[in-house]
Nanobody
Framework: VQLQASGGGLVQAGGSLRLSCAAS????????MGWFRQAPGKEREFVAG????????DYSDSVKGRFTISRDNAKNTMYLQMNNLKPEDTAVYYC????????????????????WGQGTLVTVSS
């Protein structure tokens, strides 16, 4: 599947952004999905994951309570609503899909994912 992330930008601390990830093809609901981020000089890290039908989600501790992941399988799109942004949230955000997903699976590791979007930059100023 091909993924296109969008919605990044510059925002002040405390502000909000919504990222979108548009997927190609007609089998979007067969993919487990996730958001990762990578700050300069750091490894890519898990941010949030969602099951194939959107029934379950999970988050890293650093964003829990501030970010919400969701998906609309009819529109082949996944979202990440980011509220109360902090300067430490500054990173390139990547959406990812795994073709190996079981219906109830959540996936946390970079190697778990088979397809990646190009990334969208989020910059949070203090």
């Amino acid at each position: 599947v091909q993924l296109q992330a969008s919605g990044g930008g510059l925002v002040q601390a405390g502000g909000s952004l919504r990222l979108s990830c548009a997927a190609s093809g007609r089998t979007f609901n067969r993919y487990g999905m996730g958001w990762f981020r990578q700050a300069p000089g750091k490894e890519r890290e898990f941010v949030a994951g969602i099951t194939r039908n959107g029934g379950s989600t999970d988050y890293s501790d650093s964003v829990k309570g501030r970010f919400t992941i969701s998906r609309d399988n009819a529109k082949n799109t996944m979202y990440l609503q980011m509220n109360n942004l902090k300067p430490e949230d500054t990173a390139v955000y990547y959406c990812a899909a795994t073709a190996r997903a079981i219906l109830t699976g959540l996936y946390y590791r970079v190697p778990d994912y088979t397809d990646w979007g190009q990334g969208t930059l989020v910059t949070v100023s203090s």
